[in-house]
């Protein structure tokens, strides 16, 4: 598995989702655009909400929210599309906003908790502090893998 | 092949028009009782509200698009008929979603300047409309 936390440092883009705080490798975001109308597919599962066009390409939507089992909520003007290249996948998550860009040094990166639910610890690579709050480090191998296997 | 792009009260879809036996305007529920007949009764849906249940138009005239299967006509109700295009650039479903489709109504997508719209299998989603109908008969 390509470990999110071999990188040296650690690049990421903080966003939030809930009250939480994730990180994404900085090396997979393309771009992150404000939210606008996602044309949903019917048949397709509430994770996967739909399809977005962007500079000329067709990109699937996933719902973090809905992915880490932390329930649906309202779009806000915060509200972002973070779009990402990963293992050649085109992918666009949304997400609640989007703080900033950081660097960490991975020797900071800890497990996850052992407590926390299995269905969210899955996502996850590890968490580091910034600024007084744990970031969840997302685990993109397993979110890309989950999302193929989806059933 | 022809497509007719298609809006219901959220949103745009677009249909072969080589599915359609047919496609007119509708003002009454008498309109639409007459597509079919005795022996082969038609069955309406909202097309829109058969997707999401939030797309749901207020009452009043309609277009219908009527799909003929073997047995009956089902006629797919929609606010209006936006426009036909030749051969436009149908693009796959992206993998990640095509693969989790629970039902195989969509074809594909199409842009439409800066917005799209799915190509949906009308002939698939009325074999779904008889499925559904059928199952909630049996139920009752």
């Known amino acids: ?151 | 092949m022809i497509l007719v792009i298609v809006r219901t009260a959220l949103r745009q879809y677009a249909i072969r028009r080589g599915d359609l036996a047919n496609m007119l305007p509708v003002h009454t529920h008498a309109d639409i009782v007459a597509l079919g007949n005795a022996q082969h009764p038609a069955v309406s849906v909202e097309l829109g509200e058969w997707f999401d249940p939030a797309d749901r138009s207020a009452p009043g005239r309609r277009h219908a698009l009527v799909v003929p299967l073997r047995r009956r006509p089902i006629v797919f109700l929609v606010e209006r008929i936006e426009q036909a295009l030749e051969n436009p650039q149908v693009y796959p479903v992206p993998a990640f979603i095509a693969h989790h489709l629970r039902e195989e109504w969509a074809l594909g997508v199409i842009t439409l300047e800066d917005q799209l719209a799915v190509l949906i299998d009308l002939r698939a989603v009325a074999r779904s409309v008889v499925l559904q109908r059928r199952q909630d008969v049996l139920e009752s």
């Open chain 1, 1 to 151: 598995m390509a470990d999110i936390t071999s990188q040296r440092p650690l690049d990421v883009l903080i966003v939030q989702i809930e009250h939480e705080l994730y990180a994404i490798p900085s090396a997979c975001v393309r771009e992150v655009a404000r939210h606008r109308a996602i044309t949903p597919i019917p048949g397709a599962p509430r994770t996967l909400p739909g399809i977005i066009s962007q500079r000329g390409s067709i990109l699937p939507v996933a719902d973090m929210r809905l992915i880490l089992d932390l329930g649906l909520a309202e779009v806000t003007r915060a509200t972002r599309l973070v779009l990402i290249n990963y293992q050649e996948s085109d992918l666009a998550l949304l997400v609640d906003a989007v703080l900033d860009l950081e660097s960490f040094p991975v020797e900071i990166v800890e497990p996850v908790p052992a407590a926390l639910d299995l269905a969210r610890a899955r996502f996850l690579a590890g968490v580091v502090q910034f600024e007084g709050q744990p970031v969840a480090l997302l685990n993109l191998d397993e979110l890309i893998a989950s999302l193929r296997d989806w059933e």
